[in-house]
């Protein structure tokens, strides 16, 4: 199992480079090229909510990336530090409107991923969140000689 791991600061300048970079190994591990550009869209999602919610509550940790070569699938998971609370429970500090405006702007985040991968974890908790996204790999072609 061959693991890339990508860390960057939380600003949206660097989410284009973890596309760039997860469609590039992606296409190594052989993603079927048809379906690259459903990974660019996903990890470009998946890395922004991830940014914005590291904005939203001022962590200053980098976002995670690793891109995970497996037997017969090829995974991506973006991790953040930003925590979660339970439906209806408040972060300290956290404003009324503008905390349903960004609870409604992760959801709409989360449908576009789904939307993207068939394949589609989300977990979170008080020390943060994960995504994990899966598709399937083809073989490399074999040699003849």
Known sequence: MATVEL???????????????AAAVARRAGV???V??????????????AVGLHQSVGIT??????L???????SIEVGDEAPRFAPGERAPGA???DGDVEAEEDEMGLAVISGLVDDVEVSAGEHGGL??????T??????LT
């Open 7 to 21: 860390r960057f600061s939380a600003l949206p300048e660097h989410v284009r480079t973890a596309r760039l970079v």
């Open 32 to 34: 079927d090229e048809a």
């Open 36 to 49: 690259l550009d459903e990974v660019r869209l996903a990890v470009g999602e998946a890395c922004t909510r």
């Open 61 to 66: 940790a980098p976002v995670k990336v690793s």
């Open 68 to 74: 995970i070569e497996e037997e017969k699938q090829f």
């Open 95 to 97: 404003a009324g409107d």
């Open 131 to 136: 995504i994990r996204m899966t598709w399937p």
């Open 138 to 143: 083809t073989p490399p072609a074999a040699v």
